[in-house]
């Protein structure tokens, strides 16, 4: 994600059984996220969603939750739903949950993670990583607390730092030095759980069941990826895509869907899709592509629109209570429309996806200039346009269907 300047504006969208969407409004479409302080606001770098509940990290590297706690998600200490943001508690080793005698406010976070029901940081240190919640590695824990790491693999593999965290529904991905992969799906750090890529990564995702990454040699890989167009089998890494020397980057994942899009570097100009919920089709290039949950989200930067498509059981869309599916098109999104027609110098920056909510994230047009006035000076050995490609997987609901 884009570091985030301080003239922000947050909208949410979806049901508030928990709080999450930091407004009272359940009318299906976006509204402001007015619990969030100006002080806040100032300060904030990076916005995670899990399934009912976000972290919010600061430049200070200071942590603050929001939502659904009922498996201690949100690392505040207790598993009582959060109102409003709370800052995140912190258990230097694992005691038993009833001696608080160790338990302080989180500093010096460097990233955050957010899955179903867990959330992981990575401290400044690069090698401490700190997990709350409920997943493959913790159960019903309320404070964050260390992973423990095996020494032994760390000397083997002569590992140095971690490079990304990542969360799918739940398991943890923690990837050391852009080559070594743990991928948490069971309760261990053996060596069977690691992988030595054969090239450096260069960009990793979460995914619902899996991960998916894209190699510095352009290949793409997906693992555990349940897709009617990516035929993989279940706990296996497989290349499903060579794009060598073609500049593959800027993965989006929802990750507690498998919905995925990424960028790459392309003489022509299309977007091509797949998937079940969106046929095949081609797009311009103009327009940045979000996942969600249910669909996607695709803002066409050149006329500053935003357009839904999929299926918003939980309002997740922000197209109100009486749109349902929108499966067979898109649909430009009303209230956001209106606040950009409004605000001509605000651009959508980010939308980060839960499961029944949605955050939209907006700031002053000039800030998000001056990044791809950056972007493009550090992308422009590719000497090519940057196009979408999207690979949309299933969606299966709560009853286990598609």
């Known amino acids: 994600m884009h570091p985030l300047s301080q003239k922000l504006q947050l909208f949410s969208v979806g049901v508030n059984n928990n709080c999450q969407l930091g407004h009272k409004n359940v009318d299906g479409y976006f509204h402001p996220m007015k619990i969030l302080s100006d002080d806040l606001l100032s300060d904030l770098e990076k916005v995670e969603c899990g399934r ?4 919010f990290k600061t430049k200070s590297g200071k942590i603050f939750a929001l939502g659904r706690n009922c498996h201690g998600q949100c690392g505040v200490g207790n598993f009582e739903t959060v109102e409003k943001p709370t800052r995140c508690l912190f258990m230097e080793s694992n005691e038993q949950h009833h001696n608080t005698t160790n338990i302080r406010p989180l500093l010096n976070v460097h990233d955050i993670a957010c899955g179903w029901f867990h959330s992981l940081i990575l401290l400044n240190d690069l ?47 923690i990837v050391y030095d852009n080559r070594f992969i743990y991928s948490l799906k069971l309760k261990t750090f053996d060596v069977d759980t690691i992988q030595l890529c054969k090239s450096t990564i260069n960009e990793i995702q979460a995914t619902e069941y899996g991960y998916v990454m894209v190699l510095k040699n352009g290949q793409f890989y997906v693992n555990n990826v349940h897709s009617i167009l990516l035929q993989t089998k279940n706990n296996e890494t497989t290349l499903v895509r060579d794009y060598s020397h073609q500049g593959v980057y ?36 103009n327009y940045e592509v979000y ?35 929108t499966a067979d098109k898109k649909v430009l999104v009303p209230l956001i429309n209106e606040y950009l027609e409004n605000y001509p110098f605000m651009e959508i920056l980010d939308i980060r996806p839960g499961c029944d909510f949605t955050i939209l994230i907006l700031r002053e047009k000039e800030s998000k200039e001056i990044d791809k006035m950056k972007s493009k000076m550090s992308n422009a050995c590719w000497n090519s346009k940057l196009v979408d490609i999207q690979l949309i997987t299933s969606v299966i609901d709560n009853h286990g269907t598609l």
Do not use: W
């Open 250 to 285: 800027q993965i989006r994942v929802s990750g507690v869907s498998s919905n995925l899009n990424f960028r790459l570097a392309l003489e022509n100009s299309q977007t091509k899709c797949f998937g079940k919920l969106l046929d095949q089709f081609t797009m311009q290039s």
């Open 127 to 173: 090698q401490t990583v700190l997990i709350t919640g409920n997943s493959t590695f913790c159960k019903d824990q309320p404070v964050f607390q260390p992973l423990q790491i095996k020494k032994d693999n760390i000397k083997k593999y002569n590992l140095q730092q971690i490079t990304h965290i990542k969360c799918g529904c739940h398991h943890p991905v």
């Open 291 to 325: 996942p969600c949950y249910y669909g996607f989200f695709f803002y066409d930067t050149k006329q500053r629109k935003l357009y839904a498509k999929g299926d918003s059981d939980d309002f997740i869309l922000g197209l109100g209570r009486n749109t349902r599916n």
């Open 52 to 55: 009912s509940h976000s972290l």
